[in-house]
């Protein structure tokens, strides 16, 4: 167990339809991470949040969006889903924003778009 | 940029064979390398990192990883591995961005099968 905890696991839902996945990160760690995981793609970096503020972005399309509330938790937003958005999707947290300490990752959410 | 490449895809190896995955990454400036592994069905565990000082790193489970500067390669070994060793092995570069930010770039995987 990371202490990392994403919900939903699992998630299947049809084209054009909004998604909301979460991510609570390990106690005390206070920046969050998110990634994408797709056969085509291979493992993808999203997003950071660091205290509840942006820090990075990567390859994250416009229909995504996320967040950090004050009690460290994020989501990730997917709206306007395409078949192409099926993937797993991980979250990761580190302590802080130093490239140095390790990311612990979660379980993931599969999300099926049919 | 950076880039991190990982030389072989899929490997079939007996038990008690001996285990070097390649990995090979593109920047300039200080890295952060890490090994990652994931279980079918679950999620990526660290397995072993290395930040500075001795280039020969050991991790969990018995892995070690070289990283040598001049190669730009932080390959994974293992003297002898085991059926419970079948996984996906990520390599991970971490190099820091400007604004104080980060993000892991990783390698498209080397999917491990080790058979009895």
């Known amino acids: 167990d990371s202490g990392v905890t994403q919900t939903p696991k699992h998630l299947i839902t049809a084209t054009g339809q909004r998604v909301t996945l979460r991510c609570s990160p390990r106690s005390g760690d206070l920046s969050v991470y998110w990634y994408q995981q797709s056969l085509d793609q291979g493992l993808q970096f999203l997003i950071q949040y660091y205290n509840g503020e942006e820090r990075a972005k990567g390859n994250i399309l416009e229909r995504f969006s996320a967040q950090q509330f004050p009690d460290l938790h994020s989501e990730l937003n997917l709206s306007s889903l395409e078949l192409g958005d099926s993937a797993l999707y991980f979250c990761?947290?580190?302590?802080?924003?130093?490239?140095?300490?390790?990311?612990?990752f979660g379980d993931g959410t599969r999300l099926s778009i049919l | 940029a950076q880039s991190v490449s990982q030389h072989n895809h899929h490997v079939i190896l007996s038990e008690a064979a001996s285990l070097e995955l390649g990995c090979n990454y593109s920047y300039g400036g200080t890295v952060n390398l890490f090994w990652y592994v994931q279980y079918p069905g679950q999620h990526l565990q660290l397995l072993l990192k290395y930040f500075s000082g001795d280039p020969l790193v050991k991790g969990i489970k018995g892995f070690e990883a070289e990283f040598i500067k001049s190669k730009f390669s932080f390959n994974l070994r293992k003297p002898s591995v085991q059926w419970s060793d079948t996984a996906e092995y990520f390599c991970a570069v971490n190099a820091g961005l400007t604004g104080g930010g980060n993000k892991l770039t990783f390698g498209t995987g080397t999917q491990l099968k080790v058979e009895l």
């Open positions: 990761a947290s580190s302590p802080g924003v130093l490239g140095n300490q390790p990311q612990h």
